[in-house]
């Protein structure tokens, strides 16, 4: 029996669980926003004050960072998407974006697949997401040899110490 969403369940129905993968679909679309707004910084740029924190696991398949920023970042890393970064480039068909930035002055290419995010913000508009789990669908092959070339020498922003936006002020009240 359905019910509106917010009406009471019995027990019985409340131990229920789901033969669909809600959970994962819900990652799944939840990622392709982080697509659709780096896609939209690497056409047009980050208009107003608008930056990004993005997390990952350094230790996920497929990502590629240089060795120094392994050793420092064994396990996860954020990078700051705000003033200096470029060639910013999104792959939806390997599931992949890179972006040149540089980190002591060091110019360096990261290549991230979307499966390895573990959180996104843009503190501009207190927008955040954060990732709970792998998905099942792994990254089927490496990232485009285009996106792993050397930068032109330029300065970044250097990588901020990871941020958790609550999204409570944009949940609705129940009465």
Do not use: C
């Not at 990502?63 to 970064?85: D, G, N, W």
């Not at 290419?109 to 207190?126: G, N, S």
């Not at 792998?134 to 285009?146: F, I, R, S, T």
């Amino acid at each position: 029996m359905l019910r509106p969403l917010g009406e009471s369940m019995t027990d019985d129905s409340a131990q229920a669980e789901s033969l669909l993968p809600y959970a994962q679909w819900t990652e799944e679309a939840l990622r392709a926003v982080v697509a659709d707004a780096l896609d939209y910084a690497a056409h047009h740029g980050l208009p107003g004050e608008h930056h990004f924190y993005i997390t990952f696991r350094t230790t996920f398949p497929g990502v590629s960072i240089p060795p120094h920023l392994k050793a420092r970042y064994p396990q996860e890393m954020t990078i700051v998407l705000q003033h200096r970064f470029w060639d910013l480039k999104v792959d939806r068909a390997t599931g992949y974006f890179s972006v040149g930035l540089s980190f002591g002055g060091v110019p360096s290419v990261l290549t991230v697949p979307f499966a390895a995010l573990t959180a996104f913000a843009d503190p501009q508009v207190k927008f955040g997401l954060r990732f709970q789990g792998v998905p099942e669908a792994m990254p089927a092959e490496e990232p485009p040899a285009a996106a792993l070339a050397e930068p032109e020498a330029e300065e970044a922003a250097a990588p901020a110490r990871p941020q958790v936006v609550s999204l409570d002020a944009f949940r609705r009240k129940r009465d």
